[in-house]
């Protein structure tokens, strides 16, 4: 499941997922982008995706769904909601923890979390112990988009994906889902992967002001 997954992050990993062969569910509280997409259409501009949702509708690889209690179907579920800051520039976790907190009470024991957007550093160890607070054993990943959107479709099979886990059971099972997809993956610590991730935007708009 791709939570966000009607957006400009989440729908490209949706496809790309999905024109291996998984099944796929996208959950997104934008109904207006789910339609569309449920159309065989494109809400955004993605280079090379509209042949992919139409060979994915047809398969029935790709299921759309706005309800929260659906995401509790999934073994993965990949969050695309990233972590602002406030005006002193402190993390303002409430973006991700009311995503999180829409769909918790329907997350099975043994469900892999993935955190795919940027996030400020020291999230997703934030994260693992709120869900073990809460009693769930869910392991938590990282594994940051680094795509210019537009051309994710390309840039997914083409560059490394990051990968990070807080335990060494999330870790193997992020790295095994990104290798269907990507040609390599690069294993760091959550934190390294978080500041890699941070490291790749401010590199990227640098070189927009230039």
Known sequence: ????????????????????????????????????????????LEFGA????????????LLLTAEPRNVGKAATVVVTVGTP???????VHKGVKRCIDGFLPHLRDGTLLILRSTV????????ARYLRDRGKNVGVAF??????????????????QIVS???????????????GVAPEVVELEPLEA??????????????FAI
């Not at 982008?33 to 259409?41: D, N």
């Not at 594994?143 to 051309?151: A, F, K, L, T």
């Not at 886990?165 to 290798?179: D, I, N, R, S, Y």
Request: proline share 7%; hydrophobic share 45%.
């Open 1 to 44: 499941c791709v939570v966000g997954g009607a957006g400009h992050v989440g729908l490209p990993l949706a496809l790309s997922f999905a024109d291996k062969g998984r099944k796929v569910l996208i959950h997104d509280i934008n109904e207006a982008a789910l339609g569309t997409i449920a159309r065989g259409e494109l809400p955004a």
């Open 50 to 61: 509209e042949p992919l949702l139409k060979k994915a509708l047809a398969a029935g690889n």
């Open 85 to 91: 800051v406030d005006e002193f520039l402190n993390p």
């Open 120 to 127: 400020y550093p020291g999230t997703t160890n934030w994260l």
């Open 143 to 160: 594994c940051p988009e680094r795509v210019v959107q537009g051309h994710a479709i390309r840039e997914l099979a083409g560059m490394p």
């Open 165 to 179: 886990g807080t335990t060494p059971e999330a870790l193997q099972g992020a790295k095994k889902l990104f290798l």
């Open 194 to 207: 978080e500041f890699a991730k941070l490291f790749n935007n401010a590199h990227r708009y640098i070189s």
